[in-house]
């Protein structure tokens, strides 16, 4: 028997099914030198459409391979897949258990199911209460009018790459659980897109798609106790206009990841009272209106995430959100720069101007942090460029606090304790131990004039009044000279330190003033 291209009636595609199924299972008997009855179920595909195609190839095709081209069979009957099932009941060899669950009869079909390459012209059709123990393939076909998926379970796989719902009507999938892999890349509709109640143990791949006027996700694995691995797939989709929708709301459980990479978004993104634990925007562009109320966000993936939070939140002049992720920006930036290989001279450069921002002033938040980091970064290279024998006691302050807190592998914690036990130990107590500071006051004046923003007095070379930067007591010279230079070098890099620490002091105390 041919394999009908058109079926008119139910009565056609079942006579099919029955013989192709047939004619497989003394095939693989065959093949095996096995009894026919020996055949399992799981080895058989209920072949909807072109049986010519081998199921695992749809798998193939959907992985990047070629796409072979096949003869279409067109469904022209109301098609319920419910009432195609139970004829296989009336054969022997063919057992569907009716399952029942919370008082709700699932059909169990044991086949694989081949439903690609088909194009579907009735006015009814449903896919309904049904568990599918293996792999369910609509690869490449189209549905003219309205179709309904509703309380399904595909529990090894089910595929809809390339799918066409090329009808006026919204296409819903409702209560239905994906338990593996599950794919609608590329798929094409023209209405509202609404997935609700849905659970999915694997990646739920919703990549490529474009919307024309909505995609919705509502009550996405509701089911917590089935341990679902909540990962949504949203890259690269693309919006049709600026009024397509995407819309994520109302999941009362935590969703473990969801990714929206390359987008160009144009639309609208409505995430409504949801919790992501990951979330990933890397080279996104939201250039139409993104929204979030209600909205938890434990991890952001990457630097750009944490920008196009930011902006979002300075759209909405919501400025104290805003800094958190700009500070949530910075540290993530940062970390990506550590942990690039192959860094260039540039790369070591911002590495070293985050960490200073954020010892200073916590990347521009905190002005108290940044106007005490100010005076103490001051006196620190003011005491040392002032008697470079205390030199020795700064390091021996920051290796013991290292030493100390070693647990802590923030070493801006180190350099900021130790600096304070340095200024501790050589200012207050300084004078008793080293040379140069008997006249306590006369330190305390060089030590304004060296915080003094416009004065450079002190490292001006005059006969008449010698600096303490030209004060030396040996009489080696080149012990003067290298004494000379180092002072010299710490007198300016002071100098640097207090207009830094200036700056940082005003743009964190001036935050909530920031404008994108």
Same mark, same amino acid.
Not at 53 to 71: A, D, R, S, V
Not at 137 to 165: C, M, P, Q, W
Not at 456 to 471: A, R, T
């Given at each position: 028997?041919?394999?009908?291209?058109?079926?008119?009636?139910?009565?056609?595609?079942?006579?099919? %099914?029955?013989?192709?199924?047939?004619?497989?299972?003394?095939?693989?008997?065959?093949?095996?030198?096995?009894?026919?009855?020996?055949?399992?179920?799981?080895?058989?595909? %209920?072949?909807?459409?072109?049986?010519? $195609?081998?199921?695992?190839?749809?798998?193939?095709?959907?992985?990047?391979?070629?796409?072979?081209?096949?003869?279409? +069979?067109?469904?022209?009957?109301?098609?319920? @897949?419910?009432?195609?099932?139970?004829?296989?009941?009336?054969?022997?060899?063919?057992?569907?258990?009716?399952?029942?669950? &919370?008082?709700?009869?699932?059909?169990? +079909?044991?086949?694989?199911?081949?439903?690609?390459?088909?194009?579907?012209?009735?006015?009814?059709?449903?896919?309904?209460?049904?568990?599918?123990?293996?792999?369910?393939?609509?690869?490449?076909?189209?549905?003219?009018?309205?179709?309904?998926?509703?309380?399904?379970?595909?529990?090894?796989?089910?595929?809809?790459?390339?799918?066409?719902?090329?009808?006026?009507?919204?296409?819903?999938?409702?209560?239905? $659980?994906?338990?593996?892999?599950? =794919?609608?890349?590329?798929?094409?509709?023209?209405?509202?897109?609404?997935?609700?109640?849905?659970?999915?143990?694997?990646?739920?791949? %919703?990549?490529?798609?474009?919307?024309?006027?909505?995609?919705?996700?509502?009550?996405?694995?509701?089911?917590?106790? =089935?341990?679902?691995?909540?990962?949504?797939? @949203?890259?690269?989709?693309?919006?049709?206009?600026?009024?397509?929708? %995407?819309?994520?709301? =109302?999941?009362?459980?935590?969703?473990?990841?969801?990714?929206?990479?390359?987008?160009? #978004?144009?639309?609208? $993104?409505?995430? /409504?009272?949801?919790?992501?634990?990951?979330?990933?925007?890397?080279?996104?562009?939201?250039?139409?209106?993104?929204?979030?109320?209600?909205?938890?966000?434990?991890?952001?993936?990457?630097?750009?995430?944490?920008?196009?939070?930011?902006?979002?939140?300075?759209?909405?002049?919501?400025?104290?959100?805003?800094?958190?992720?700009?500070?949530?920006?910075?540290?993530?930036?940062?970390?990506?720069?550590?942990?690039?290989?192959?860094?260039?001279?540039?790369?070591?450069? =911002?590495?070293?101007?985050?960490?200073?921002?954020?010892? /200073?002033?916590?990347?521009?938040?905190?002005?108290?942090?940044?106007?005490?980091?100010?005076?103490?970064?001051?006196?620190?290279?003011?005491? #040392?460029?002032?008697?470079?024998? +205390?030199?020795?006691?700064?390091?021996?302050?920051?290796?013991?606090?290292?030493?100390?807190?070693? /647990? &802590?592998?923030?070493? @801006?914690?180190?350099?900021?304790?130790?600096?304070?036990?340095?200024?501790?130990?050589?200012?207050?107590?300084?004078?008793?131990?080293?040379?140069?500071?008997?006249?306590?006051?006369?330190?305390?004046?060089?030590?304004?004039?060296?915080?003094?923003?416009?004065?450079?007095?002190?490292?001006?070379?005059?006969?008449?009044?010698?600096?303490?930067?030209?004060?030396?007591?040996?009489?080696?010279?080149?012990?003067?000279?290298?004494?000379?230079?180092?002072?010299?070098?710490?007198?300016?890099?002071?100098?640097?330190?207090?207009?830094?620490?200036?700056?940082?002091?005003?743009?964190?105390?001036?935050?909530?003033?920031?404008?994108?």
């Amino acid at each position: 028997m041919e394999q009908p291209k058109v079926y008119n009636t139910e009565e056609d595609l079942i006579k099919w %099914l029955k013989y192709d199924l047939k004619e497989q299972r003394k095939e693989i008997a065959k093949s095996k030198n096995i009894d026919i009855k020996e055949v399992k179920y799981k080895e058989l595909v %209920l072949n909807f459409g072109n049986n010519k $195609i081998p199921i695992k190839e749809n798998e193939k095709l959907l992985q990047g391979g070629n796409i072979t081209k096949y003869i279409n +069979c067109f469904i022209r009957f109301d098609l319920i @897949l419910e009432n195609i099932l139970k004829h296989f009941n009336i054969e022997e060899q063919y057992i569907i258990i009716i399952e029942e669950e &919370n008082n709700f009869q699932y059909l169990i +079909c044991p086949f694989k199911v081949n439903i690609s390459h088909c194009i579907f012209e009735a006015t009814i059709i449903r896919f309904y209460g049904t568990i599918f123990e293996e792999i369910v393939s609509f690869v490449n076909t189209t549905f003219y009018n309205e179709v309904d998926f509703f309380a399904l379970k595909f529990i090894k796989g089910v595929y809809f790459d390339r799918v066409n719902f090329d009808c006026g009507k919204n296409i819903v999938f409702n209560d239905v $659980i994906f338990k593996n892999k599950v =794919d609608f890349s590329d798929l094409h509709w023209k209405n509202k897109l609404l997935f609700y109640n849905i659970n999915s143990n694997l990646e739920f791949n %919703l990549s490529k798609l474009n919307i024309i006027d909505a995609l919705e996700i509502i009550e996405f694995n509701k089911n917590k106790e =089935d341990n679902f691995a909540s990962i949504i797939n @949203l890259d690269n989709i693309s919006f049709e206009n600026s009024k397509s929708l %995407l819309s994520i709301k =109302d999941v009362t459980n935590t969703i473990e990841s969801v990714s929206l990479k390359g987008i160009y #978004m144009n639309g609208r $993104i409505n995430f /409504y009272n949801i919790k992501i634990k990951n979330i990933n925007l890397q080279g996104t562009n939201i250039i139409g209106d993104f929204s979030d109320i209600n909205c938890e966000y434990d991890n952001l993936s990457n630097w750009q995430t944490a920008r196009i939070f930011k902006h979002e939140e300075y759209k909405k002049s919501n400025t104290i959100k805003a800094l958190e992720y700009h500070a949530e920006e910075i540290k993530l930036y940062k970390e990506e720069l550590i942990n690039k290989p192959n860094k260039t001279l540039k790369d070591f450069g =911002d590495i070293f101007s985050i960490y200073l921002s954020s010892l /200073y002033s916590d990347n521009g938040l905190n002005w108290v942090k940044s106007f005490l980091c100010t005076i103490l970064f001051s006196i620190l290279f003011f005491t #040392m460029s002032y008697n470079i024998s +205390c030199i020795p006691i700064f390091t021996i302050a920051f290796i013991s606090i290292l030493y100390v807190l070693l /647990y &802590n592998k923030n070493i @801006l914690n180190h350099i900021f304790v130790s600096a304070i036990i340095y200024i501790i130990v050589s200012i207050v107590f300084s004078f008793i131990y080293f040379e140069g500071y008997n006249n306590i006051d006369y330190v305390i004046k060089e030590l304004f004039s060296f915080i003094a923003p416009t004065n450079f007095s002190q490292i001006l070379y005059d006969k008449e009044y010698l600096s303490y930067i030209y004060d030396c007591k040996s009489n080696i010279k080149i012990i003067c000279f290298i004494e000379i230079v180092f002072k010299g070098i710490l007198y300016f890099l002071g100098k640097i330190a207090f207009w830094y620490g200036s700056v940082q002091t005003v743009q964190a105390f001036r935050k909530f003033s920031k404008k994108e």
